[in-house]
Every structure is written in C-alpha cells, then in structure tokens.
C-alpha cells in the first residue's frame, strides 16, 4: 500500500497540472504549458512566505495564491492576448513554452538551483494508513488535489460561468456573438488557474521542496495526464493524474526501476490509439 | 456542435510535447586541417565547457570563480610558455548536443583553444573528447566516469585531472568487508556517471564476494519510495546512493518515511550536497558519506589554501561560498595550474607532446600551485600511463564520515550532531 500511496502523491502532482491545463484551455482555448512552472512559482512563493517572512500557513497560502495569481495573468497579458487578438492560437502555444522557460530561468536566477525546504504547519511524521506509510502533508495533498478537481469538474459543469467556458472551448466566435465575453473569461481561467497552482504550493513544496526543474519535471507527465484522462475534461484530468502516478508507482517497485516511464508512455499511446480523446473526453463534449 | 477546435489545439500540444521528448542536435563541418599556429603574441586559449544554467549551475558558478582566480594569478606571474592566458567560458547547459555544438561554433570560427575543461559531467565530456581528439587538442578535466572515459586509444587528449568517482568502489568494498556486509543495494542516478559509478562499485563489489543490488532513478523524479521499497525487499545489509541536488533529498525522504534506517553510504557526488544542512538529523539516523580528505577542515592542507579562501571570499563569484565551500573553486583553479605545468613542462601546449610528457610518468605535479588535494598534493597521483589517463588514489583520498557541516572557510566538519 505504501507504493499506492507514493503513486497517489505523485499522481496528484499530474493531476494539479492537469486541472491548471484544463481551465485554461477550456475557457480560452491556449494549451498553457507553463502551468508546470506556475506550479513551481508557487512552491517559491511559499518558501518566501513561510521561511523568508515567518507568516502562518494560512496568510501563506493567500500570498501565494495571489502571487501566482498575478503571475498567470501577466502571462495571459503577455503572451497569450495579443495572440488571442490574432486568432492566432498555435502561436500561442509557442509563447507558453517561452513563457515557461522564462519562468524556469528567473527562478533559478534569483533563487539558484539549490532545493529550498519549505516551513511546514504540522507534524510530517509517517502516518500508518490502510497498511501503508504516508506523510501527513502528503495526505493533505491528495485530498486538496481531489477537493480541487472534483470542485472544478462540477463548477464547470453546473454553474453559469463554467458552462459558459466550455462554450468558449468549443466555438470562441459563437460563444462570443451569444454575449459571452471571451476576453475576460481568458484572463480569468489564468488567474484561477494560478490561484489554484499558488494555494497548493505549500503541499506540493512541502514534498518536492522548491526547485526551478520542478516545472520541467511536472509539465510532460501532466500532459500525459490529461492525454489519458481526457483533454478539456476536469474530471479526466484528475483521474488521469492519479492513474498516472500509480502506474509509475508500481512499475518503479515492481517491474523495475528502468521501466516507469516506458511503461507510462506505453498506456498513453494505448490511450490515444484506443480512445483519442482520453477516457473522459467524449462525455464532456456531449454536455457541450 | 463541433469539437475540432479542441482536438487541433491538443494536437499541436502533442507536437510541441515531441519536441520535449526529442533531443535535436545540430552539427557544424569540422575542418580538421586548421591546426593551432599560436605563436608568443597569440593568447593561450582556455576553453571551459561547463553547465551556467540548469541544475548545477550554483555549483558551476563556483568553478568558474576558481578557473577565473587561476587564470588572473598565471598572467601575472608572466602567462604560460610566455602567452598570457585566455579564459572562454561556454554554457553547455550540461547537454552534449549543445557542448559539442558549442565546440565545433568555435572551432569554425578559427580558433583552437590550447587546452579545454570538457565539461561537468561525464556525458559532455564523452561527447567533446572525439572532436578534441581529431584536433589534438589536450583537454584537462575533472569527469567522473573512468569506465566511459578512460580510453586512451579512443580518447588520446583526454585526461581526467580528478580522482574518478570508480575508485570509490575498491574504497567501499573495503568497508562492506570490515563491517560484515553479506548483500549491499545501490540506488544510482540513470545518467552517464551513475552508470559508471555503478559499474566501478559492480566490479569492486563482485571482487569482494559481496552480492550487489541496484534500482535506478530518473533525475527528473520526484519520489523515490517505489525504487527504495524494491531494494528494501532485497534485504541488503547496506546502501549506496549516487546522486546529487533535490533526488538526494527525496532518497533520504523515502527512506525515513518506510522506516529503513539501514546503513546508508553516499558516495561523493552525494556528500557534496549539503545533506546536514537539508535534511533533519532523524533522517540521516546511520548515514555515513564519502568525503575527500583535504576537505575535512582538520586535516593538513597546502600553504595557499587560506589567502585562497580569502580571495574566494570577497570576489565576484563569492556567493556560492556558504553552500559549496571552497571544492569546487579549488577544482577550477586547480585544472588551470596542472594546464600550465603540463605545458611549461612540455615547453609548448601542443597536444602530441603534451600528452607525451603527461604518459611518460616524468610530469612532476606542481605540488605547490595545487588547493584540492591535501598539503603536497598528497591525495592524488598523477600516474597517467598510456593505458591510463585518470590519476590514481592515495592513502590520503577519501574517508567515511557522518554527514559534516561546513565551517566559515567552507571545510567539512564533524560534529556529534552532524
């Protein structure tokens, strides 16, 4: 159970960065593949609040989640808009790999390359559950990560703002002539987006520490993610995540240690050959 | 109601995933027959392959402060062979297709550095020693592969200016055979010097009758519970781990996590990282790492070494000080004297006669100039043949010590806590 239990921190490490994909490209239509980084900025951010400037978690979790905030929507600014103005969305695409390289390169900039350890509120002796040894924090993470997902699938699908952001997702003009305003939606799935990666980023820092690779090392396996769990569904990214560490999980510990990835990569083809649209893509399209 | 507009924007993520996925290298026509025509006016080119960005970085920027401090000290007391020194610095971001990229750039462009740094690690190293072969150009090093380097016939240019991280094999099998050990896991970066290193602990481990056990990880992983849990169920006596940065961290996580507090060695790539400093103390309960031993600040060392650490101090790559200590700048230093020794000795820095002197076992190591290995330059020797090119161990080389902290002047320090 141990290994299931490392295979679900990991897995809800994809599973946030498939959830901060997805809004982004549900509400308006940018694949952003900096979120991994926005994650990564947000461990930073932590750090700062909770070794630099001693504040209590929770004051630190509200630094982070605005800073991340901010972040994202000076990306959407910057990088994304004046794109967006050109219905130029593959360029887009582009900009976010730069966006994220950028990212990587301040934080290692300012902060060096070395790991920073983050203050943590609680305890983080191994908890014995189900037969299995978890830290505490690590709990708290795969909680977090699936309070946050199941939140946003069912936001998204039940309330006026996030049917309105899956309409954009499927037809940006249509949306816009039946007076959604697109625009503002954008920047607002960046600043969500950033939210949600700036208010995990004491779970998450709490078990990678704060590392500028950390962004690189999220960013492929979370695509991976919702490639299996289903582009521009929440729910599918979610799960995507956690089967995605799970399956690394138990590869590592039992075919082999060179195998994780081969194996993960494997699935994923398997996935797209069998189901292009991941395990959950069709069921959100039909909502549509 | 359509949904191409999804699947087009997925598509091309998967395509710029690719790219992730792909290593694209460029290569650049050599043309072999420029050969270096330096003359007394020309500079003695100093070539340095090394990583400015990425994951070493910090650890690179102290190099650099060493082959910069060394570089200033040998053109004021007249250059080599009468040529004042230049230092060229290329950022490789530890990639072998953009070191040796890098290379053949300045290569075609005309010049042919006198003697290069190939790299940081042993992968940068292994892919510039073939193109620095064609030119003859010596290169002076600190790799850590022997396995993957040490061919003289393949590599003729290339020497290793470090004790390799092999040697740390025999070391620790001397221990595994004092201390009982029936069985010892070793838990190994996948990279090229992982992989050597293992193959060195591999070959010390089977000479001694001792079974060895291994699990590999990704430098990109982000827990090692799964790789520790399998070696666990192996029951080994003893671990090794090789790594560095963060993935060192998630080992020792992992392991106080299961509650496996089996004697654990980290070899000296891993005892360069602040581990004391990282990690609380209940995590490195039976942690022993492998240490150089003029790095232990009670240990003799040269007369230069404290005006050296001063210099470091208040220069302009001072801020690694705290964290590396003074290795890493001794490294860089220490690589731009044996560079001039070998030349002055040679009495020029072309690479045939170069690597002559250096094989012929009548190169006198310049005791005096060198920072990083002990008082005398006691804890290396340089014993190049032309079946060797990496320098052999001494008595005075390594030392199994708790996981030290360091002191102002950057030493390791044993404490009861540490």
């Known amino acids: 159970m141990t290994t299931i239990w490392s295979g679900l921190v990991i897995g809800a490490l994809y599973s946030l960065v498939a959830i901060g994909y997805n809004t982004v490209l549900l509400a308006s239509g940018v694949f952003n593949f900096a979120h991994g980084q926005l994650i ?60 994220s390289t950028v990212m990587s390169g301040l934080a290692e900039v300012t902060a060096g390359s070395d790991p920073k350890q983050l203050a943590i509120p609680i305890s983080n002796d191994p908890l014995t559950i189900l037969g299995g040894v978890i830290a505490p924090m690590d709990l708290l993470l795969i909680i977090a990560t699936l309070a946050i997902g199941l939140g946003i699938h069912f936001w998204s699908r039940r309330s006026l703002l996030g049917i309105a952001s899956l309409a954009v997702a499927e037809n940006r003009d249509a949306a816009s002539v039946r007076g959604i305003d697109t625009k503002l939606l954008g920047v607002g799935a960046f600043a969500v987006a950033g939210g949600i990666a700036g208010a995990t980023g004491l779970l998450v820092g709490a078990h990678t520490y704060a590392i500028p690779s950390l962004g690189n090392s999220l960013a ?52 797209l050959l069998t189901r292009p649209r991941g395990i959950f893509g069709r069921a959100m399209e039909r909502v549509v | 109601m359509s949904t191409r507009p999804l699947s087009r924007i997925f598509l091309a993520a998967s395509a710029v995933c690719a790219l992730f996925l792909t290593a694209c290298g460029g290569s650049t026509e050599l043309d072999s027959n420029k050969a270096s025509s330096a003359g007394k006016d020309s500079p ?49 971001g530890n990639d072998p297709t953009t070191a040796v990229t890098l290379l053949q750039k300045y290569l075609a462009s005309g010049k042919t550095p006198d003697a290069v740094y190939a790299g940081s690690s042993s992968a940068v190293a292994l892919s510039l020693l073939p193109v620095l072969a064609s030119r003859k150009i010596i290169s002076l090093s600190a790799p850590n592969s022997k396995a993957a380097l040490d061919h003289p016939d393949k ?21 595994a055979q004092a201390k009982g050990f029936k069985k010892v896991a070793m838990l190994y970066a996948d990279s090229a010097t992982g992989q050597g290193s293992f193959a060195a602990y591999q070959e010390a481990m089977k000479e001694a009758g001792i079974p060895l056990v291994s699990a590999t990880y990704k430098e990109t992983s982000l827990d090692m519970t799964p790789q520790l849990q399998k070696l666990q169920a192996e029951k080994p006596d003893a671990l090794i781990l090789n790594g ?30 602040p581990l004391a400093k990282n990690l609380p103390p209940e995590s490195l309960k039976n942690v022993m790492v492998q240490v150089n031993k003029p790095s232990l600040a009670d240990s003799p060392h040269p007369d ?27 490294v860089g230093w220490d690589n731009v004297m044996l560079a001039r020794a070998a030349a002055t000795q040679a009495g020029t820095s072309d690479g045939d006669k170069v690597k002559e002197l250096l094989e012929s076992g009548k190169f006198q190591k310049p005791s005096g100039d060198l920072l990083g290995n002990g008082k005398d330059a006691s804890a290396i020797d340089y014993c190049y043949s032309p079946q060797t090119h990496f320098p052999c161990p001494t008595s005075e080389t390594f030392e199994f010590v708790p996981p030290p902290t360091t002191d102002a002047n950057g030493m390791y320090v044993v404490t009861a806590g540490s």
């Open chain 1, 40 to 99: 990564m900025l947000a461990t930073y951010a932590s750090f700062l609040g909770s070794v630099t400037f001693h504040l209590p978690w929770p004051l630190t979790v509200l630094f982070a989640t605005i800073a991340v905030a901010v972040v994202a929507i000076v990306e959407e600014r910057v990088a994304i808009r004046p794109l967006l103005a050109r219905r130029d969305i593959h360029a887009a695409l582009i900009t976010t790999v730069g966006a």
């Open chain 1, 220 to 271: 492929l396996f979370g695509f991976v993610a919702i490639a299996i769990g289903g582009a521009g569904s929440q729910l599918g990214g979610l799960l995507g995540g956690f089967i995605t560490g799970i399956i690394f999980a138990l590869s590592a510990r039992y075919i082999g240690s060179d195998y994780p990835q081969i194996v993960v990569f494997g699935v994923f083809l398997a996935v």
């Open chain 2, 44 to 92: 003695f080119i100093y070539y340095v392959s090394v990583s400015v960005t990425g994951p070493v970085a910090a650890f690179t920027d102290a190099e650099i402060g060493g082959f910069q401090l060394a570089v200033d000290k040998v053109n004021e007391q007249g250059g080599i062979n009468g040529r004042k020194v230049e230092l060229v610095v290329q950022n490789d």
């Open chain 2, 155 to 175: 590599y003729p240019y290339g020497f290793a200016t470090t004790v390799a991280s092999a040697e740390s094999g025999p070391f620790f099998a001397k221990e």
């Open chain 2, 244 to 273: 560095y940065g963060a993935p060192t961290l998630y080992v020792f996580k992992s392991r106080a996590q299961l509650g496996w507090d089996l004697p654990t060695y980290a070899d000296t790539l891993a005892s360069s990282f």
């Open chain 2, 304 to 330: 230069g070494l404290q005006a050296f650490i001063d210099t470091v101090k208040n220069g302009d790559h001072k801020a690694q000080f705290p964290t590396y200590g003074v290795s890493p700048y001794a």
